[in-house]
Structures are given as C-alpha cells and as structure tokens.
C-alpha cells in the first residue's frame, strides 16, 4: 500500500457513521462540556498521541496542540473528541497507534482511518469496556489482529480494512452489526462460523466496504471451510487467495434470505453449488468473477471493480494450486 495515492475520505465512513447515529447515538455534549478540563487520563492518552504520530510533509497538524490551553476538542485542529468520542482527520499523520489510547475508558467510537498510521494494533484497545465502533481502515498497520479486540461485548461496528495486518482471523464473539477485514495479509482460513450476531436489522443499510477504493488482493491462503452463520446478511470475502469449493451452507443461507450480500471475487475458489440459470432471491446480491470457475449462468451483481473477466487465465490457477476450470 506504501507509495500508492491515498482515496478520498470514502463514502464507507459516511455510511457508518450514519449506522452509529441510527442504532447508538453518543450523548451530545454541549460547548459548556467542551471546555471543562479533561480528566489526567484522557490528557495523557491525547498527549500520547502527539507524540506517538508526525505531521506528514507540508503539514503542521500539532501546531494547535496547546495543552495549556482550555477545552482540547474544541481547540486541537483535525481532532473531533468528547469523553465518548475521539477521531482524526484523514491523511494528516504517521506512526504507530499509542497503547495510551485504552486508558480512554469511555470512549464508544474511535475513529483514525485513511492516514499513515503503522505498527501494531495496540492490545490495549481490546480493554476499552464502552467501545461501539472502531474504525482504523487505509492505513498501513502490521501484525495480527488483538485477540481480544472482537470479543470487547460492546462492539457492533469494527472496520480494519485496506492494511497489512497478517496472522489468522480470530474468533467473534462481540455482538457485530458489520465486520469489514478485507484487503488485507491475513493467512488463515474463514472461521468455520461466523456469530450470528453480525447482521443488519431488517431495513436497515448495507454496507459495502470498498466503494471507491483500489481492489489490493489479500493474502488469505485456505480453503473455504463450513458456513456463515445464522443472519449473517453480508460477507466480503473478496480480493483474496481463497480456494477450492464453496460450502453450499453458502447457497443455502442466501435463498432463505439471511445472506443478502456475498461477494467472493477475484480468489481462486473453483466451484460454486449453484445450478445454471438457477435463480437466487431478488434481495441477494452475488460476485464470483475472476476465480478458478466459470460463474453459473445468470449470476450477476458484481461491482464496476470486479473488472471484466469471467475467470482466471488457468495458469494463474495451477500455479496457486487452485486447479482449473
């Protein structure tokens, strides 16, 4: 991801942040709030984090971080934060995430996509007890996922998107609304089963990660193993190196209408139990294109950034040992 442009602030935080505001609205806090004192711990955790990350070139983010002065979430430029809320501006700073930021103990959204932020994922965010929504997407983050981190019992929104995290999955239990750990370097298989808390209420929006982003193929190098669980409604598992057969707990969980979005484009996956011009439910949307497969016959619903291609050229497939058509 290093050296490529970084995409606008993407229409993906938009929709949720509109999630946030629909399903668990922080209380507002008045100007009057804004200006008392913070407590030590949030200073420390603020000051921890201007010292931890660097204006890029041509920035002088920190230049209005004055501790000195009253009320820092109305004064610090590129900060929006309040005891339950902290997010930063996009494409202004570097470095690694402080651990500091977990002594933030009622904080409910952290917010800190589409900069240069690098290192691991602090372990310590999987301590934050009032946390709803973590977004830490297009950046350039390392290491594996903090096995606590999808198990905090309070987390519904959880989006680590376009990095380079790497490792294996590890297990949900937090009652997820969405889950978005695509574009990445993750080297393990699919869980066999996803929660089945990680749905959408009825009516609600969908989400789909990756609007107006570069596709960047991940490194997940398993095969597809079991089913998404019950209600799951949307599953993002392309730009991957997944192969082999697909489940047809798959197949079944979208006709009874719990999948209403799976994308498994751009993998290696060779077949798909799905019978030719057999139709899937109106409300189901499909991507198979560019695997080791040709797509059953009247599958449509791919994005403009699926590309063109029906499958992959069959010497792609031998070599990743993804086998033909």
């Given at each position: 991801m290093a050296g490529l442009p970084r995409p606008p602030h993407s229409l993906v935080t938009s929709l949720l942040l509109a999630l946030l505001l629909v399903s668990a609205p922080p209380p507002p806090c008045s100007l009057a709030q804004q200006l008392l004192p913070l407590p030590n711990s949030d200073l420390s955790a603020l000051r921890s984090l201007k010292d931890s990350l660097t204006d890029l070139p041509g920035s002088s983010f920190f230049s209005s971080w004055d501790f000195s002065s009253l009320g820092p979430c109305l004064s610090f430029s590129g900060l929006t934060c309040s005891p339950s809320m902290l997010l930063l501006s996009p494409g202004i700073v570097t470095g690694p995430i402080p651990p500091q930021l977990g002594l933030l103990r009622e904080l409910r959204v952290l917010s800190l996509p589409h900069n240069r932020l690098t290192g691991p994922i602090p372990e310590s965010l999987s301590l934050l007890p009032n946390l709803h929504t973590l977004d830490?997407?297009?950046?350039?983050?390392?290491?594996?996922?903090?096995a606590g981190l999808p198990s905090i019992p309070t987390l519904k929104v959880l989006v680590l998107a376009d990095n380079l995290l790497s490792g294996s999955l590890p297990s949900v239990s937090s009652p997820l609304l969405h889950l978005d750990l695509s574009r990445n370097l993750l080297t393990s298989g699919i869980p066999p089963q996803l929660p089945t808390s990680?749905?959408?209420?009825?009516?609600?929006r969908t989400l789909q990660p990756g609007l107006g982003g570069r596709p960047q193929p991940q490194r997940l190098d398993r095969e597809l193993d079991g089913g998404p669980g019950e209600g799951v409604e949307t599953l993002f598992l392309n730009n991957n190196h997944l192969k082999g057969a697909v489940p047809a707990e798959y197949v079944e969980s979208m006709y009874q209408g719990r999948t209403r979005t799976l994308f498994l484009q751009h993998n290696y996956l060779t077949s798909f139990p799905l019978d030719n011009g057999t139709a899937l439910p109106e409300s189901a949307t499909l991507c198979l294109s560019y695997n080791c497969m040709a797509p059953p016959v009247g599958v449509t619903g791919c994005p403009v950034s699926a590309g063109d291609q029906l499958s992959r050229p069959s010497l792609q497939c031998s070599a990743y040992g993804g086998g033909g058509r």
């Amino acid at each position: 991801m290093a050296g490529l442009p970084r995409p606008p602030h993407s229409l993906v935080t938009s929709l949720l942040l509109a999630l946030l505001l629909v399903s668990a609205p922080p209380p507002p806090c008045s100007l009057a709030q804004q200006l008392l004192p913070l407590p030590n711990s949030d200073l420390s955790a603020l000051r921890s984090l201007k010292d931890s990350l660097t204006d890029l070139p041509g920035s002088s983010f920190f230049s209005s971080w004055d501790f000195s002065s009253l009320g820092p979430c109305l004064s610090f430029s590129g900060l929006t934060c309040s005891p339950s809320m902290l997010l930063l501006s996009p494409g202004i700073v570097t470095g690694p995430i402080p651990p500091q930021l977990g002594l933030l103990r009622e904080l409910r959204v952290l917010s800190l996509p589409h900069n240069r932020l690098t290192g691991p994922i602090p372990e310590s965010l999987s301590l934050l007890p009032n946390l709803h929504t973590l977004d830490l997407s297009f950046n350039q983050l390392s290491a594996s996922v903090p096995a606590g981190l999808p198990s905090i019992p309070t987390l519904k929104v959880l989006v680590l998107a376009d990095n380079l995290l790497s490792g294996s999955l590890p297990s949900v239990s937090s009652p997820l609304l969405h889950l978005d750990l695509s574009r990445n370097l993750l080297t393990s298989g699919i869980p066999p089963q996803l929660p089945t808390s990680l749905s959408q209420p009825p009516g609600s929006r969908t989400l789909q990660p990756g609007l107006g982003g570069r596709p960047q193929p991940q490194r997940l190098d398993r095969e597809l193993d079991g089913g998404p669980g019950e209600g799951v409604e949307t599953l993002f598992l392309n730009n991957n190196h997944l192969k082999g057969a697909v489940p047809a707990e798959y197949v079944e969980s979208m006709y009874q209408g719990r999948t209403r979005t799976l994308f498994l484009q751009h993998n290696y996956l060779t077949s798909f139990p799905l019978d030719n011009g057999t139709a899937l439910p109106e409300s189901a949307t499909l991507c198979l294109s560019y695997n080791c497969m040709a797509p059953p016959v009247g599958v449509t619903g791919c994005p403009v950034s699926a590309g063109d291609q029906l499958s992959r050229p069959s010497l792609q497939c031998s070599a990743y040992g993804g086998g033909g058509r």
